[in-house]
């Protein structure tokens, strides 16, 4: 089992960048493939990007892609979300979440077992 506490999130004008964090607890950290996922209010939690447990496979939503980064630090229990160029429309509450399946992570949120709390990021125009 694994617990997940993002941080990292803010308020931040269009343009700018960010860098979430995600720490688990555990020392199963490395056998997870890990994702990133976000949610506005009334609205379907959304796929942002996953990693596999070695960090060589990264995977991101099609909109997303050439503007955000997923990295994971095995030995720091930490996964990570490097985001640049930040739009209104990137305003969401961002989850950190744990995929204990084996193979190619998934983009779909209920094959995540494991959850964290969510940080608030919100980007002004």
């Known amino acids: 089992q694994v617990q997940l506490v993002e941080s990292g999130g803010g308020l931040v004008q269009a343009g700018g960048s960010l860098r979430l964090s995600c720490a688990a607890s555990?020392?199963?950290?490395?056998?997870?493939?890990m994702g990133w996922f976000r949610q506005t209010l009334g609205k379907e939690r959304e796929f942002v990007a996953a990693?596999?447990?070695?960090?060589?496979?990264?995977y991101y939503a099609d909109s997303l892609k050439g503007r955000f980064t997923i990295s994971r630090d095995n030995a720091k229990n930490t996964l990570y979300l490097q985001m640049n160029g930040l739009k209104p429309e990137d305003t969401a509450v961002y989850y950190c979440?744990?995929?204990?399946?084996?193979?190619?992570?998934?983009?779909?949120?209920?094959?995540?077992?494991?959850w964290g709390q969510g940080t608030q990021v919100t980007v002004s125009s």
């Open positions: 990693i596999s447990w070695s960090g060589d496979g990264t």
């Open positions: 979440a744990a995929d204990p399946r084996l193979g190619q992570p998934s983009i779909v949120q209920y094959d995540y077992d494991y």
């Open positions: 555990g020392r199963t950290f490395g056998i997870y493939a």
